[in-house]
Nanobody, 124 residues
């Protein structure tokens, strides 16, 4: 059974920073990339960032490019999402999932083993 667990969400003022963490089962983590997605109330889940299995390649949504950084530590079975210069529109539940396709897709349908999500709230 693969387990994916996000943490690090919280309440922050606009312009502030948060670092989200996502831990996954060791047997799968080092072999696959991971993706971050978010879902705001009343909206569809949207792509945020993805990283390949080794952590050497990343891709970001245009809305977060230059503000968010995704990294992967295979020794700790953890992927991180460093979020800087946060805006109220970044408020959402953030999810991570395993990129079983290995394609670094921006589509949520290419990902599996989703975590329960962590709430990020940015106040204006």
């Amino acid at each position: 059974q693969v387990q994916v667990v996000e943490s690090g969400g919280g309440l922050v003022q606009a312009g502030g920073s948060l670092r989200l963490s996502c831990a996954a089962s060791g047997a799968i983590f080092s072999r696959y990339g991971m993706g971050w997605f978010r879902q705001a109330p009343g909206k569809e889940r949207e792509f945020v960032a993805t990283i390949n299995w080794s952590g050497s390649s990343t891709s970001y949504a245009d809305s977060v490019k230059g503000r968010f950084t995704c990294s992967k530590d295979n020794a700790k079975n953890t992927v991180y999402l460093q979020m800087n210069s946060l805006k109220p529109e970044d408020t959402a539940v953030y999810y991570c999932a395993v990129d079983l396709s290995g394609t670094m897709s921006h589509s949520q349908y290419q990902y599996d083993y989703w975590g329960q999500g962590t709430q990020v709230t940015v106040s204006s």
